[in-house]
């Protein structure tokens, strides 16, 4: 009976812990979509920065994950199938932007490919000059992006058992042939699901899109650093664009919800 | 008759295998304890894992010599390899895996994967995908896809240790049958009594990584030369050297 009753008491506290997060986590989601209404929404669009932010965030972050599946596939498939101790110490080195302040990686950005960076003056030598231009945001996205396509890309080539891809080429397949017509389809899942997050990282990018590529309207000025530079002076424009930026959220989360497998083995 | 031969060293984290094995169309049965290198010997012999020395040959082809700088990559080595659980490829239906190794316009591969398959009797299954394939269904499809491309030999890693006891004799005596009307060298890994004496061929015991005693069944079973080849094939204690 008292057993029963502490037990029942842990479980209320439970609930109760829980469910506070739980508040607090879709409060402001909730927030952002019922202090404003529709009507103002429209008017936010209006805004003259909103089309030109809009349009820039999608080029932009369609740009950097064009750049991340080509780049970043074939490490993901060298991480995912190498046993060497250097592949390792790589996967490491790879989820470093998930933990560097977004500004902090900015800055790096800047050191590194600003006009006084590391290789910038040898850039600006060929002609190149990425600090405070469009190039600058898509390298900024890449850069924070990129953990959430490897590490989901490795996972997922790390996941096709070893045997599929010998007895492919013991029935005459290339390598490559193995990779296109074994590997990547059954890696096919993970490689979505980290494309989908990494767009999803870098359509959110603002600190090192701020530090590296600026607030230029037009050229840098993505759907965040317009929400940021709305709020200034018309906060329904910034809750327009909000609004736009969770719709997409969700539906990559709805995209990505956990399914139950189609290939059973 | 055909003869593959492999006279390899491979050395992997804590394998060290060393061995020389030769198989013509009576087929070779490879033994051994857990550990003991059987899978790495067949896919050195594949091409999977690269010896560090030996040479490995079928008829006057050498796919593998290391003095001699050959290394024939798998796909050009014409051997089947059939993994322990049959490593059906999960997304493609049962005739999409045989027509995997065939070439040739679409309609003539599958064509010939369907009439495989119900050579093989399984084509009342070539639609399906491999999960909703019972064992014996599985390792037909599996051999189906092994012999498509005409392979010039045939490895095979424990074939039947996936299968069901009620499934095992029948599928057994089916896969002992079909490899004997192949008339390709065959190297079966088997880890059962009853397996190793259906397959009815020259039979080589490996532990540690070394090829401990080859021979006829019949010579094994009356002078076993260690504890596990007597264990292994019943009774009689091993001859003390």
Redesign the interface.
């Known amino acids: 009976m008292r057993h029963s009753l502490r037990r029942g008491a842990w479980r209320a506290a439970g609930y109760a812990l829980g469910g506070s997060l739980l508040a607090f986590l879709v409060l402001p989601v909730v927030a952002l979509f019922v202090t404003g209404n529709p009507a103002d929404w429209l008017t936010g669009l209006r805004n003259p920065i909103t089309v030109p932010a809009l349009v820039l965030s999608l080029v932009t972050t369609a740009l950097s994950l064009g750049v991340l599946v080509a780049f970043g596939t074939p490490l993901a498939w060298w991480l995912g199938r190498s046993e060497a101790r250097v592949a390792r110490l790589v996967e490491t080195v790879v989820q470093l932007p998930i933990v560097v302040p977004p500004a902090v990686a900015g800055l790096a950005l800047l050191l590194a490919f600003g006009r006084r960076g590391l290789i910038g003056p040898l850039l600006e030598d060929v002609g190149i000059d990425i600090a405070f231009s469009t190039t600058a945001v898509v390298l900024a996205q890449v850069f924070v992006a990129a953990p959430f396509y490897i590490q989901a890309a490795t996972a997922a080539f790390a996941g096709v058992?070893e045997?599929?891809l010998?007895?492919?080429?013991?029935?005459?397949?290339?390598p490559a042939t193995v990779l296109f017509?074994?590997a990547l389809?059954?890696a096919r899942r993970g490689l979505i699901a980290g494309a989908a997050l990494a767009w999803a990282r870098a359509l959110g990018e603002f600190g090192a899109t701020l530090m590296f590529a600026g607030n230029l309207s037009g050229r840098t000025q993505t759907l965040p650093l317009a929400v940021y530079t709305a709020l200034e002076s018309d906060v329904r424009a910034a809750q327009a664009l909000a609004v736009i930026l969770v719709v997409i959220a969700l539906g990559i989360i709805i995209v990505l919800r956990p399914r139950r497998g189609r290939?059973?083995? | 008759m055909t003869r593959l031969a492999a006279n390899i060293a491979v050395r992997i984290g804590t394998l060290d295998l060393e061995i020389a094995l030769e198989v013509d169309e009576r087929g070779l049965v490879l033994v051994g304890p857990n550990g003991a290198g059987k899978t790495t010997a067949l896919?050195a012999i594949?091409?999977?894992r690269r010896p560090t020395r030996g040479r490995i040959a079928i008829a006057d082809d050498v796919l593998f010599d290391r003095a001699g700088g050959i290394d024939r990559?798998?796909?050009d080595?014409g051997?089947?390899?059939?993994?322990q659980?049959y490593?059906l490829?999960?997304?493609l239906t049962a005739i999409g895996n045989v027509a995997?190794?065939l070439?040739g316009p679409r309609a003539e591969r599958t064509e010939r994967a369907r009439s495989l398959l119900d050579r093989l009797g399984v084509g009342s299954v070539a639609d399906r995908?491999?999960?909703?394939l019972s064992g014996g269904e599985r390792q037909r499809v599996a051999l189906a896809?092994?012999l498509?491309?005409s392979?010039r030999a045939l490895l095979l890693d424990e074939p039947l240790a996936a299968l069901d006891v009620e499934s095992r004799d029948s599928v057994r005596a089916f896969l002992i049958a079909e490899l004997r009307a192949q008339h390709r060298p065959f190297i079966v890994i088997a880890h059962d009594r009853e397996d190793v004496r259906a397959f009815a061929a020259p039979v080589a015991v490996l532990e540690h990584g070394r090829v401990v005693q080859r021979g006829e069944l019949a010579s094994l079973e009356a002078h076993p030369a260690t504890s596990f080849t007597a264990r292994l094939l019943g009774g009689r204690s091993p001859d003390p050297d």
């Open positions: 058992d045997n599929l010998v007895v492919a080429r013991t029935l005459g397949a290339r017509r074994v389809p059954l290939h059973r083995r | 896919l594949v091409g999977a990559a798998t796909e080595r051997l089947a390899y059939l993994p659980d490593a490829f999960p997304h995997f190794g070439r995908h491999p999960g909703g896809r092994a498509a491309p392979p």
